[in-house]
């Protein structure tokens, strides 16, 4: 099994690359966001109690993904590996998984950057915001906060990898399929 993890702000184009990599890898695709998502549309109690967090751009506490990162692994048969997408967001889910990786024989692989300026990003997202119907692409101010939170939380986690020696940055302007192939281009060095 490999495991990657695909880092970058938000519109950094995580999504939309790791939805084709697991395909082409025959990985299974984790995106906590989409996972949240669905317990929104879904209505559930864990949904409805994670919708102003998620709304005011800040993250949801570190147990909720863990966990459900955790049954998703464990129910997970006949697949190559595992794309993680926006997860670990903090350097304590990244502890969280490093461990259940490790009791479960496996390790973290590759982690992929990509790399976006902020005036980029925020183009990306104000195009965006007309298409997602998602609550925190709307307003700019969350933008920004989930920009400023990313900075301040999760990009401790690239020196994590980069001290793991596992992280690859990769230039995330261009068009989709150009990234494509430089992101396969570090994958192909692990499998
Ligand atoms: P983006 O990368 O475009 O910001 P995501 O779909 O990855 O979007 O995440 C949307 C929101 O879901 C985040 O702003 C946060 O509130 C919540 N979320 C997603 N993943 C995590 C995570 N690993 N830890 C905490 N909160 C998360």
């Known amino acids: 099994m490999i495991n990657v993890l695909m880092f970058g702000p938000p519109g950094s184009g995580k999504g939309t690359q790791s939805v084709t990599l697991a395909k082409k890898y025959n990985m299974l695709h984790l995106s906590t966001g989409d996972m949240l998502r669905a317990e929104l549309a879904a209505g559930t109690e864990l949904g409805r109690k994670m919708a102003a967090i998620m709304s005011a751009g800040e993250l949801v506490p570190d147990e909720v993904v863990i966990a459900m990162i955790a049954q998703k692994i464990d129910s997970t048969t006949g697949k190559t590996g595992f794309i993680f997408d926006g997860f670990p967001r903090t350097v304590e889910q990244a502890d969280a998984l ?94």
């Open 98 to 191: 490093q461990n259940m990786l490790k009791e479960r024989g496996m390790k973290i692989d590759l982690m992929l950057v990509l790399d976006v300026n902020d005036t980029e990003l925020m183009d990306r997202m104000k195009k965006r915001a007309l298409v997602s119907g998602r609550a925190d692409d709307a307003d700019e101010a969350v933008i920004n906060n989930r920009i400023a939170v990313y900075r301040a939380k999760t990009e401790p986690v690239i020196d994590y990898g980069r001290r793991a020696k596992v992280s690859r940055t990769v230039e995330g302007i261009g068009s989709i399929d150009d990234i494509f192939v430089r992101l396969c281009r570090h994958i192909e060095t692990i499998i």
